[in-house]
């Protein structure tokens, strides 16, 4: 099956693109900032929508600044009503969170003081669990007023954990959906430099799951083998960067495309592997003063007191790319996409949302069928797939017993009593935003 617009949207070339959870600094910005200069989507609607209408009224302003700036033909427009915002829409962009740091430092902290060292607690572990069954309700109830307002559009999600939610979407809604994250580019940039080379020379494909994934071939822009030149600049570099990646890669053979602290969430081994700057709190909080040095940057654009440099810069994220592409059948390579497997990684479950490279035409997205991973990676990846599966149904069903199951089957818990009492503690400290598991109550 292929993850596809209706053909009817390929004949208009002023598509509607919707970016719900506009009121980011970094997704709103990000995204603006694209479409204006992405020839292709020039004439094109694009709608803000938040529920923070201060936010939302904040980067409605500045986005007027970017498409004066630019000279773009995008028309802007913002609201804080979602089904005025998804009324017709052809492409739907998803980034949202609910209370996300207060949440966060919640579902690190309680399994932390139990004894259960999750490395960053937001996508695998207890945290991952309850991060997914808070962010289910929400991402379902848009998937909703899609299926009624704009049944045709494809949704591109960036809202972590972004295979389970994608998961989540494909199995209850009837909405096509494709998960994006920029991690394997973020890798690719790490890597260029111990390697000796700029990031503009290589190249790689990569597939696995999500935050969990490997360079099955790395190479340069002329096809030459980069392995080599990796193994090289290895050999000088720091021995903290990179600790647990380099001894993945030791053990199985592929470096992974991605960083320690994201391999780390689903490793029973990674807190004493990963560099104590990027674990626990030391993580959070670095997270949370970038959020917030961002909004204050956006308020010295909107203010005038920081110059908007944007006229034909683009901010490195996908989703404008991708919508383009389709809209032009540009026939375009993406190093990562998360779809359900048909078969693209061949030793991962079949339909569990694994990704991979795939080619970006007038018809949607095609994923590339890149063959197996060493049979060490398929175990630890068939292991989280299962997990996710147990998490997704619990997230949906609101099943306590599937959700408790989900712990206990996570490598990072250690200890059964301090799984339950973790569940129990999160369970209770979340109550307000897990509605499915408190009817009948």
């Given amino acids: 099956m292929f993850y596809c617009v209706g053909p009817q949207l390929y004949a208009v ?38 529920i923070d209408e201060g936010r939302l009224e904040e980067m409605g302003s500045l986005a007027s600044k970017i ?154 822009t002329n096809g030459d083998d980069a392995y080599p030149l990796l193994d090289e600049g290895l050999k000088g570099v720091d021995p903290t960067f990179q600790p647990l990646c380099r001894a993945i890669y030791d053990r199985f053979g592929l470096y992974p495309s991605t960083d320690d602290n994201h391999m780390g969430e689903y490793l029973a081994y990674a807190w004493n592997a990963c560099p104590e700057r990027d674990r626990g709190f030391n993580w959070i909080d670095r997270m949370e003063r970038g959020g917030e040095e961002n909004w204050q940057r956006t308020k010295r654009l909107i203010e005038g007191s920081e110059p908007l440099d944007v006229k034909g810069r683009l901010s490195g994220e996908r989703a404008m790319p991708i919508i383009a592409g389709i809209v032009t059948n540009s026939r375009h390579l993406e190093l990562q996409v998360n779809l359900p497997n048909e078969g693209q990684v061949s030793n991962l479950m079949e339909d569990a949302i694994v990704e991979s490279p795939a080619l970006v035409d007038g018809s949607g997205i095609h994923p590339i069928h890149v063959g197996a991973l060493p049979d060490g990676l398929a175990a630890l990846c068939n292991i989280q797939i299962m997990i996710q599966d147990l998490v997704v149904e619990a997230a949906y069903h609101g099943d306590r017993d599937i959700a408790m199951q989900a712990v206990l089957a996570d490598p990072v818990v250690h200890d059964l009593e301090a799984g339950k009492k973790a569940f129990e503690a999160l369970m209770e400290a979340h109550r307000d935003l897990l509605p499915q598991f408190m009817e009948g109550l």
């Fill in 13 to 50: 070339l002023m598509a509607r693109i919707v970016l719900i959870g506009a009121g980011s600094s970094v997704f709103g910005y990000n995204s603006v900032l694209d479409a204006c200069n992405i020839e292709a989507l020039q004439g094109s609607s694009l709608v803000l929508h938040d």
């Fill in 67 to 220: 498409v004066g700036e630019t000279g773009s033909e995008v028309e802007v427009e913002w609201t804080s009503h979602r089904e005025d915002a998804l009324a017709d829409a052809d492409f739907v962009v998803l980034s949202i969170a609910v209370d996300w740091m207060n949440r966060w430092r919640m579902d690190w902290e309680i399994p932390f003081k139990l004894g259960i060292k999750q490395v960053i607690g937001e996508n695998g572990g207890p945290g991952g669990l309850f991060h997914t069954l808070r962010m289910v309700p929400p991402v379902l109830a848009i998937c909703s007023d899609m299926e009624d307002l704009c049944p045709d559009a494809l949704l591109l999600n960036y809202t972590n954990p972004v295979p389970r939610l994608c998961l989540a979407v494909e199995r209850y809604t009837d909405i096509s959906v494709l998960g994006l994250c920029h991690e394997v580019e973020h890798q690719m940039q790490r890597l260029a430099p111990v390697m000796g080379m700029p990031f503009s020379l290589l190249d790689s494909v990569s597939c696995g799951l999500n935050h969990f994934s490997w360079f099955k071939e790395l190479r340069l």
